[in-house]
C-alpha cells in the first residue's frame, strides 16, 4: 500500500467520526448548551430538582437544534452526504485493494474517483459553511464542518497522490 492510500484511509475513517459530529446549530441551541453547563446537577432525591429539570430541557432543546452530516435534511445536505460516502467507500476500496496485492492500472481507478467524489464534497462542504442552512442569523457551524473539509482533504490530497504513483507504475511495468 503507498502512502497515499494510506492517508486518504485514515481520511476516510477520520470523515465517518466526522459526520456524527455537530455540524450545526442555531443561535437558540447554543443557548441551551450554555445554560446546560451553567446549571448544576446535584444529586440526592429533593436536592436540585429545578436545576435538573432545566438542565433535562436545556439538552432536549439543544440536541433537536443541532445537527451533524447525517441529519441535515435539505437536498444539497443529501447530494453531499452521498459524495461522502461515495470518496469513504472508495478510498478504503483503493487502500485495501492495493493491501492486497492489487497491480496497479492506468487510468482513473477508485483512487481517482475517491479523490474527485472528496473534492466535489469539499467544494459543496465549504458552500454550506458559507451559506448555512436556514436563515444565516439563526444558523452557527459548529466544528464538525470544518472538521470534515480536512478529512476530505485528506482523501482528495492522497487519493490523487497515489493514483499517480500508480499511473507511474503502471507506465513503468507497460515500457519493461
Known sequence: ???GHAIALVGALALLLVMAMDWYSSAQGDEARRIE???DNPSGAE?????RTLNEKAREVAE???????QADGLIDRILLGLMLAAIVLAVLA?????AGAKPTKGLGPAGLAALFATAAAVGVAYRIIQEPGLDQATNVKAGALLALVALAMIALGSAYALRADDKEAGDAGAA
Do not use: H, P, Q, Y
Open 47 to 51: 436536592a436540585g430538582e429545578i436545576d
Open 95 to 99: 487502500a485495501f485493494t492495493r493491501a
Open 37 to 39: 453547563s451553567v446549571t
Open 64 to 70: 433537536g437544534e443541532e445537527k451533524n452530516a447525517w
Open 1 to 3: 500500500m503507498r502512502l
